[in-house]
């Protein structure tokens, strides 16, 4: 026979003292949720949903969906060809020269649909940039093509003639045509493309 909810607490409550329960508890509460807070910092918030590690904060991950990702360290960067921009940054109030390597060219390395393939259905592709903080910002696909486009959106990795700092680097995304830099990831990590359905 089995024993009523109200039963089992008569049972239970001389084993425990009230005082003594609520430690247990809160101690339990605080194990746990340490727990949880380590293990979701050491995974890039894309990943959770994808199953995928994160990359490492020095590295660029490219996601396309016609090819397997791809990992970037700083010196496979570098084998791009090279591009140089400068720019008025309102944030900073400053003028800025950035270095590093066109998008378009990176995302052709992954077969995206780009130049004289980029019409019909291929229009609605996107990219999703994301920081390593979890920053995520969109670009249009045809934004990224220089056929279609006139402004720059790089990688870049240098800014003024200098590697990027820790805190901006090793990898930022600039777009010259935005008039504001809120698109300008910062301690970029992963670049995907995505088509809409």
Not at 76 to 86: A, E, G, H, N
Not at 158 to 169: F, I, Q, R, V, Y
Not at 172 to 190: F, H, M, Q
Request: charge should be positive.
């Amino acid at each position: 026979m089995g024993l009523t909810t109200a039963r089992r607490k008569d049972i239970l409550a001389p084993m425990l003292p009230k005082r003594s329960k609520l430690v247990v508890s809160c101690v339990l509460f605080l194990f746990l949720n340490a727990r949880c807070t380590i293990a979701a910092q050491d995974v890039h918030p894309e990943a959770l949903h994808r199953g995928m590690m994160a990359p490492e904060a020095s590295t660029l991950q490219l996601i396309a969906p016609s090819h397997a990702p791809m990992t970037l360290a700083p010196s496979d960067i570098k084998s791009f060809p090279r591009v140089s921009v400068s720019i008025h940054n309102p944030h900073t109030n400053a003028d800025e020269a950035y270095a590093g390597v066109r998008l378009s060219d990176l995302l052709a390395k992954m077969g995206a649909p780009l130049g004289s393939e980029l019409r019909g259905k291929a229009l609605s592709g996107y990219v999703i940039a994301t920081g390593s903080d979890g920053y995520r910002v969109v670009f249009a696909l045809a934004e990224i093509d220089p056929g279609f486009h006139p402004g720059e959106i790089i990688i870049a990795d240098e800014m003024n003639g200098k590697p990027l700092d820790s805190h901006a680097g090793p990898f930022k995304i600039v777009a010259t045509e935005d008039r504001r830099p809120s698109r300008w990831v910062r301690n970029l990590v992963s670049i995907e493309l995505r088509m809409t359905e």
